[in-house]
């Protein structure tokens, strides 16, 4: 094998190994729980491959535990509830939806409950059972929208507040949309 090869060879193997083992620059993971080990008499151990409930006499002085204890993690909080159906991401600040799809189902949603949302830039306000060219906003540069088969998408692209005016009933409702 020459030089160059053999040092190609090298450095393929420590791309691997750094890879391998986190050195790559990669976000460290926490580890996942694990069950602490059943518990046995002073003095005794349990051979690996035998059942917990038989163990084993050794000479081997009890030590620490190989096995970590479990990680206690605090329980997620509750998100907010919300009105119409909404798919949640991580929030850019507390009071706003993070980029997501907000759906509203106009025969199961009382509109007049929804006067303003907040959203990050990306998300998507879908209307569902609305015909074309009925739901109109006042901010065009701020929005994409698509129509098909009785669905709305308004996709907020750029930051600013948008009103949403979706007629319901012989009335007109205007949501205000805050894209930050």
């Given at each position: 094998?020459?030089?160059?090869?053999?040092?190609?060879?090298?450095?393929?193997?420590?791309?691997?190994?750094?890879?391998?083992?986190?050195?790559?620059?990669e976000?460290?993971?926490?580890?996942?729980?694990?069950?602490?080990?059943?518990?046995?008499?002073?003095?005794?151990?349990?051979?690996?491959?035998?059942?917990?409930?038989?163990?084993?006499?050794?000479?081997?002085?009890?030590?620490?535990?190989?096995?970590?204890?479990?990680?206690?993690?605090?329980?997620?909080?509750?998100?907010?509830?919300?009105?119409?159906?909404?798919?949640?991401?991580?929030?850019?600040?507390?009071?706003?939806?993070?980029?997501?799809?907000?759906?509203?189902?106009?025969?199961?949603?009382?509109?007049?409950?929804?006067?303003?949302?907040?959203?990050?830039?990306?998300?998507?306000?879908?209307?569902?059972?609305?015909?074309?060219?009925?739901?109109?906003v006042?901010?065009?540069?701020?929005?994409?929208?698509?129509?098909?088969?009785?669905?709305?998408?308004?996709?907020?692209?750029?930051?600013?507040?948008?009103?949403?005016?979706?007629?319901?009933?012989?009335?007109?409702?205007?949501?205000t949309?805050?894209v930050?």
């Amino acid at each position: 094998m020459t030089e160059r090869r053999r040092r190609t060879a090298v450095a393929a193997l420590l791309a691997v190994v750094a890879g391998l083992t986190g050195c790559g620059g990669e976000r460290p993971v926490s580890p996942l729980p694990v069950q602490p080990p059943a518990p046995v008499a002073a003095g005794t151990t349990t051979p690996p491959g035998s059942p917990a409930g038989t163990p084993s006499t050794s000479r081997t002085p009890p030590g620490p535990s190989t096995v970590a204890p479990p990680t206690r993690r605090p329980a997620p909080a509750a998100p907010p509830p919300t009105t119409g159906r909404g798919t949640r991401t991580p929030s850019p600040t507390p009071a706003c939806h993070g980029p997501i799809r907000y759906d509203i189902v106009l025969a199961e949603t009382e509109l007049e409950l929804i006067r303003s949302l907040c959203f990050a830039a990306g998300a998507v306000l879908r209307i569902q059972g609305i015909g074309p060219g009925l739901v109109t906003v006042d901010r065009e540069d701020l929005v994409a929208r698509h129509y098909e088969a009785g669905v709305v998408d308004i996709r907020f692209v750029r930051t600013g507040t948008v009103a949403v005016t979706i007629p319901k009933d012989g009335r007109e409702h205007t949501i205000t949309v805050v894209v930050v």
